[in-house]
Each structure stands twice: as C-alpha cells, then as structure tokens.
C-alpha cells in the first residue's frame, strides 16, 4: 500500500516534469541520425581547435621554454571558450528555429494544437528538450576542457560558471528561434531571421560599440576630464553582446575598459559587470519571447470586444 | 452521421478548422455540446476527434508509440492506455502494424491510424476532413466499415467528402456548401427531392410517338424532350404532385402507355447540378 502510493508518487512527479510532448521530444531527437551527427561534428570541432591551438602554441614556443605553461593554458581555456560560444551560436538557432515550423510544415502541428496541452507546454517543452540536446552536446566537450585542467591556470567554479552562462545564451538563441518558428510558417524563414538576430547579438553589437567608441574618443578629447560623465554609456551596448559578456566572466576588466573613458582621471565606474547586465537584460527579453510564442502558437479565438 | 459535401474552396475544410478550434470565425457563433468554441476551447478540444484532410505522422514513432503520445496529450492515464490502445488498433485493422514503425505504413493504414488516434479520448464527435482522399478502393471499402462500425457505436460523425455516392449511403443528413453558405440540408432522399431541378422521365408508347413528344414539349414543366425510337425522354421541372398530373394527362389525351417512369438521378448529379458555376471539381 505504502510503496503502491510511493510509485503513484514518483509517477505523478515525473509526469509533471516530462509530460507528453516533451518525452515525446525527447525520443523522436535521438532517434535521427542526424543528431548523432551534430554530437560528432560538434565534438570533433572543438577537439580539432583544441589540438590546433596546442599546436600553435608549441611551434611558437619551440626556441623558448618547453613546457606548455599555465598563463598559455588560460589563453587556451579563452580560446575554447570562444570557439564554444561560436559554436553555440550556429548551433542554438539551427536546433530551435524549425520546432513548431517544422510541425506545421510536416502537418504535425494541428493535431497536436486539437489536445489538451496547453499552448504554454508545447512551447516550453520544445525550448526545454532543444536546451536539454545543447547541454548535452556541451557536456560531450568536456573532456576537450580537461586538457586546460591538465595544464592548470583554471579554477573549477569559472569552468561551472562558464558553463551556465553557456546555456544562458543557448535559451536566448532557443527563444528567438522558438518564437520566429511560431510566427513564420516556413522553417527556412524562421531560420534566417533567427541567424540574422544572432549575427546583429554578436557582430552588430560589437560594430556599434567599436564605432561609438571611436566617436565619443573624439568628443572627449576636447573635454575638460572634470566635466566628463564618470563612465560612458555605451559600455552597455557590449553588454548586449554575449562574447563580450563572457569575456567579462573569464577576464573581469573588461567591464572597466567597456565602461572607461581614455584620458579621464580617477576611476571609471560601472553599475554591474557586463555578464551580470547581460543575464538582466536578456531575462526579460527571453520572458518576453517565450509568451509571444505562447500567445501566437494557437489563433486568437476570443474576439475583441 | 452528418456529410458535408460541396466544391474544393467552398468552405468545408475552413468549417472544420473552426468547429476543431483551430481557426477563429470572422463572425457567428459555433458551439459543440454546448461550449462555445470561442469562450471554451479547452472543453470543445476534450469532445471532438479532428482528422485533417492532410496531415503528417511523427515518422520515427512505432504506431502504439503514436497512440500512447495521443492518449498522454489527452491526459489519459498510461495503465489505461495500456488497456485501450490494442483495442483501437484491432478497431482499425492495425493489430499486426503494432510494432512497425509509422514510417513504414501505407497511405491507408496511416489513414486509419489517424483515425485510431481521433478514438483515443473517447470523444463524443469525430470531425473527419475527407477520410478517404487518396486511398485505392479497397482501402476506401475498409474505411467505410470503420465509419460504419464508429456510426453503430454511437459516436457523432462530420464528414467530408467529395466522393458523393460514399458518402450517400453512410450519412443521415447532408449539407451542401457553397462560398461559405450552406445551400441546402437535410436527409439525403429529401434533398434529393427539394434540389432536384430536373428530373428525366421516360416515356414508352405503343405509337404516336412523335404526337407525344410534340404534346410534351408544349408542357410549361418541360424543358426538353428527346425521342429514342418508341421511348420519350422528357427532362421535368416539376415535382411529384405535377409527375402525377402529367401522366393523367397523357393518357386523358389518349396515348397508351407501356411505362412512364423516372431515370434515376444520383446524388452526384444533383451536387453537379446545384453547385453549377461554382468551380465545382468533385
């Protein structure tokens, strides 16, 4: 009797946490080949750019000191780092932007619409077992990441913390695919617009910050230094920016330098680090994404009154 | 059992996706059971089995895999689902299929598969979008006995079609759509009375002939007559009150008849008749 409502128990825990479309997710995923695929490429990637920059580094060191050393480890575990968050960003809208299109294209979507799950499920459920394929193709990556440990000049807790902002990222990219899969009828559109949001994320971002940077260099030149703002502004554009972003994680004065104005006196000062800014700032655009699908995934039945 | 019959872009399948809660009606009120589809969707969702006129599969799902991820959708416990699965498969003739792969079904069993999947909350009204399009004429003749077997069961069916003598001798009641207006509706039979514009009557004389057609084409009912050696064959605009009037009136003007009957029309005639200058492609 006890273990029978045990079991009911543990039953009903995990069908609220894996409900129907969501195991259903889970199944069909890794039952295509084509997942297999992008583990082994994506994996063979990362291990190519490890061994490509060991590589490098021993042939430049060659007349120098023999041994690989903990300040190129580091530059290492950057490097990696880069190349993960490049990765990711290829990856991340490619996996999400065709979940509901994809649906809709295989006539697959209104039988699903005509259950009783709710709009909030599916979209959840296809955010979440998209996410779940990520984390799982990042955590194949680890043992590339045991080559820095080999070396040192690591800590445990930045890889853990890198490791979370990674997949911070990956359900900022997953929301802007979800919710261009949701409005857009064709998966090949959806996809577009979510590469074209990506590429502004991590090259737009970046080109507007360099470019203002250059212009307000200028401006301030002229400036007594006590009359100028005690950090520029546009050091938040780069918190918009998800490389920078994680920069600023493994290399905290980057913060300072974003925010910093050349030629002033004293400390520049700036109210968060950009990581910390970046998680704000994309929470509530995630949010904001995640219940635009919700709301557009079925038609609007209640007319306005 | 309801058929809704009409022309390709009429509107049947737009009917369908709005009763399915699947599109919002630009005006007028649509309610199942009770429960306004608009106000009540959820509720609606929990009475009706929609089977679009095309739909996909998830191709990499065994076929009691399908059913299983249907029936969890729906909320139905898996200890039920156990028990209720085999029971729909052996309904639609999938029982040996149990194992396969959906993928590797033919167009028909995937027809019926769907259809399997429409069962599985039990629900009380099955809208089905052209059941049998694209099926070969043995896997229609199966599916026909699903409906039938559904019909018998109880369960309300809307169906569509544009196979019409199918549908003929499944449903109780048609509706005929046409731009988005139901033109006609009602039993088969009655319509095929109310609707039929013409209806062609032979005429088989001992002699005079041609006396007959001359005195039928002067009938105001007659829009046509047409002579086949001792036989008159006279297109009639009149109902049956005026089918029996003009019979005694032939033979108040003395011909003799052998026989004075009415070529059967089929509901496919009638369809072509009303629908006329609509597009009809059926």
């Not at chain 2, 052209?130 to 070969?136: F, H, T, W």
């Given at each position: 009797m006890k273990n029978g409502s045990a079991a009911k128990g543990r039953s009903s825990w995990s069908s609220k946490l894996v409900n129907p479309v969501l195991d259903k997710e889970f199944r069909l995923r890794m039952r295509t080949p084509r997942s297999m695929w992008a583990l082994f490429f994506y994996v063979g990637a990362m291990g190519a750019a490890a061994l490509a920059f060991i590589y490098l580094m021993t042939e430049i060191n060659r007349h120098g000191p023999s041994a690989f050393n903990p300040e190129e480890s580091r530059m290492m575990f950057i490097f990696i780092s880069f190349a993960q968050m490049g990765l990711i960003a290829f990856m991340a809208p490619g996996l999400t932007a065709g979940v509901i299109s994809g649906e809709r294209e295989k006539q697959t979507l209104n039988l699903l619409l005509t259950t009783q799950q709710s709009s909030a499920t599916i979209i959840l459920s296809k955010l979440v077992s998209s996410l779940a394929f990520m984390i799982l193709i990042v955590l194949a990556t680890m043992p590339v990441y045991s080559i820095v440990f080999l070396y040192g000049g690591i800590s445990p807790w930045q890889l853990l913390g890198l490791f979370l902002f990674f997949v911070f990222v990956m359900f900022v990219l997953g929301a802007f695919g979800l919710l261009f899969s949701t409005l857009f009828k064709r998966t090949m559109l959806a996809v577009i617009a979510t590469y074209g949001v990506t590429l502004f994320l991590f090259i737009g971002t970046a080109l507007m910050f360099l470019f203002l940077n250059g212009v307000l260099q200028e401006l301030y030149r002229n400036v007594p230094s006590t009359g100028a703002p005690p950090y520029r502004w546009i050091g938040h554009l780069l918190a918009l920016n998800p490389a920078a972003a994680m920069y600023s994680i493994l290399e905290p004065s980057l913060t300072r330098q974003a925010f910093f104005v050349s030629g002033m006196q004293g400390n520049s000062r700036s109210p968060m680090t950009l990581w910390q800014e970046f998680i704000l700032i994309y929470s509530i655009v995630t949010s904001l994404l995640i219940g635009l699908s919700i709301r557009y995934l079925r038609p609007r039945l209640k007319r306005r009154t | 059992m309801f058929g809704f019959v009409g022309p390709?872009?009429?509107g049947k399948s737009t009917t369908m996706l709005i009763l399915s809660t699947l599109m919002a009606p630009t005006s007028g009120s649509v309610k199942v059971d009770g429960f306004e589809v608009t106000e009540h969707p959820k509720e609606v969702r929990k009475r009706i089995g929609y089977m679009p006129d095309f739909f996909g599969v998830y191709d990499q799902f065994k076929t009691t895999e399908y059913l299983h991820f249907y029936g969890a959708s729906y909320g139905i416990p898996k200890s039920e689902r156990d028990q209720l699965i085999p029971q729909l498969l052996e309904l639609v003739n999938l029982s040996d299929k149990r194992d396969a792969y959906v993928d590797t079904l033919s167009r028909g069993m995937k027809q019926r598969l769907c259809l399997a999947r429409c069962l599985v909350h039990d629900p009380e009204l099955l809208i089905l979008d052209?059941?049998?399009?694209?099926?070969?004429p043995r896997a229609r003749i199966e599916m026909r006995e699903i409906l039938k077997e559904l019909k018998a069961m109880g369960k309300t069916i809307i169906i569509s079609s544009h196979i019409l003598p199918e549908l003929a001798e499944m449903v109780d009641e048609i509706g005929v759509i046409e731009h988005g207006q139901i033109i006609a509706q009602g039993k088969v039979a009655d319509i095929q009375n109310r609707l039929r514009v013409k209806r062609i009557l032979s005429v088989r004389l001992t002699g005079r002939e041609e006396e007959a057609e001359a005195f039928l084409r002067n009938h105001p009912l007659v829009t046509r007559t047409m002579r086949d050696d001792r036989v008159v064959h006279v297109h009639f605009a009149g109902g049956d009150e005026e089918q029996a009037d003009l019979l005694r009136q032939l033979l108040d003007e003395g011909f003799r008849l052998i026989s004075f009957s009415e070529a059967q029309t089929n509901l496919e005639d009638i369809f072509l008749e009303i629908t006329k200058g609509g597009g009809g492609t059926a």
């Open positions: - | 390709n872009g009429a052209e059941p049998a399009s694209g099926l070969d």
